[in-house]
């Protein structure tokens, strides 16, 4: 089992920037890829962007490609999401899951989740 812990989210003007982590701890060689969602009051829970553990790969939501990187720091065993020119339609609480199958964008396809940041963006 892998566990996952956020941090990072806050209160931002938009136009403003946040920097989310997500830590690992537990069985992390079960999981083959990290992704981020975020879920908006109201809302279905959506893909944002997400990170091969094998090549480093990553793979970004329309909505935030330009805006949003993921990066990896694996000795740390802890994802980054830097999230530039913030709108305030990216407020929601942002999850980061673990998969065991190949990264996507698909929540179905994760198999553990944190418990979720809360990021507000107001204009």
């Known amino acids: 089992e892998v566990q996952l812990v956020e941090s990072g989210g806050g209160l931002v003007q938009a136009g403003g920037s946040l920097r989310l982590s997500c830590a690992a701890s537990g069985d992390t060689f079960d999981a083959n890829a990290i992704g981020w969602f975020r879920q908006a009051p109201g809302k279905e829970r959506e893909g944002v962007s997400c990170i091969s553990n094998s090549d480093g790969s990553t793979y970004y939501a329309d909505s935030v490609k330009g805006r949003f990187t993921m990066t990896s720091d694996n000795a740390k065993n802890t994802v980054y999401l830097q999230m530039n020119s913030l709108k305030p339609e990216d407020t929601a609480v942002y999850y980061c899951?673990?998969?065991?199958?190949?990264?996507?964008?698909?929540?179905?396809?994760?198999?553990?989740w944190g418990q979720g940041t809360q990021v507000t963006v107001f204009s």
């Open positions: 899951a673990a998969s065991r199958e190949v990264g996507s964008l698909v929540p179905q396809r994760y198999d553990y």
